[in-house]
């Protein structure tokens, strides 16, 4: 009955790291997506899983941002070579299933801080 | 690409009152409409999904109404608490880019004086 959770809560790094996010979705969602939430801001999509494969992947910013979800549960957001710009909220959630009319439930995010 | 504004930017009311939240997007070609509730520091907890075929949604004290064709939704709030204080999301997925994900506005920051 857990939700959706996210480690670590809080993640400081040095520009230039790699660093890894990961996600737990609620047990039995098939889609999973990351969102981006910089401050002020509302949260930016990423990208979209169904299943173990990423379906949608057009709001990765660029190639130093990749996302796997091997087992088609757990996923984990890697970003090579952190700038400060990265520094931000990142955000998962999950949905019983993919389409568009499941709600999406949100984790409690995981701060990322790029010194 | 579809843009969702929110106003105000941020409200403060005394406990109480009734008030209303706007949310308007510019592409109205939409599969359904979120509200989100977001505490600082924490994460964003749904409120109420209106499916594009659906004119409003209520649960307890939330009242949210949407119309389409206008590009606009509104939540209300009835009887305000200070336990309402937090920022208000209202978030669409679009027809248009295979609505895998949601379109968020920038929120409303909420402050419900005791």
């Known amino acids: 009955g857990a939700g959706v959770s996210q480690t670590p809560s809080n993640k400081v790094t040095e520009k230039g790291k790699y660093v890894e996010l990961r996600c737990d979705p609620i047990s039995g969602h098939t889609a999973l997506y990351w969102y981006r939430q910089s401050l002020g801001q509302g949260p930016e999509f990423l990208i979209y899983f169904q299943g173990t494969g990423a379906a949608d992947d057009s709001g990765l910013p660029n190639d130093r941002f990749f996302a796997v979800r091997p087992e088609g549960s757990v996923s984990t957001l890697k970003i090579q070579r952190t700038e400060r710009g990265d520094s931000a909220v990142y955000l998962c959630?999950?949905?019983?299933?993919?389409?568009?009319?499941?709600?999406?439930?949100f984790g409690p995010g995981t701060r990322l801080t790029v010194l | 690409k579809q843009e969702v504004t929110q106003i105000p930017a941020a409200l403060s009311v005394p406990e109480g009152e009734n008030l209303v939240l706007n949310c308007s997007f510019t592409?109205?070609?939409?599969?359904?409409l979120q509200w989100f509730r977001q505490d600082p520091g924490k994460g964003l907890t749904s409120l109420l999904l209106i499916q594009s075929s659906q004119r409003e949604q209520t649960s307890g004290r939330l009242n949210a109404s949407l119309d389409k064709s206008s590009g606009r939704s509104t939540l209300y709030i009835a009887a305000s608490q200070p336990g309402d204080s937090a920022t208000y999301l209202c978030?669409?997925?679009?027809?248009?880019?295979?609505?895998?994900?949601?379109?968020f506005g920038t929120g409303t920051r909420l402050t419900v004086i005791p």
């Open positions: 978030a669409v997925r679009q027809r248009a880019t295979g609505a895998n994900n949601l379109f």
């Open positions: 959630a999950s949905s019983s299933a993919g389409g568009p009319y499941n709600e999406q439930f």
């Open positions: 592409d109205s070609a939409i599969y359904n």
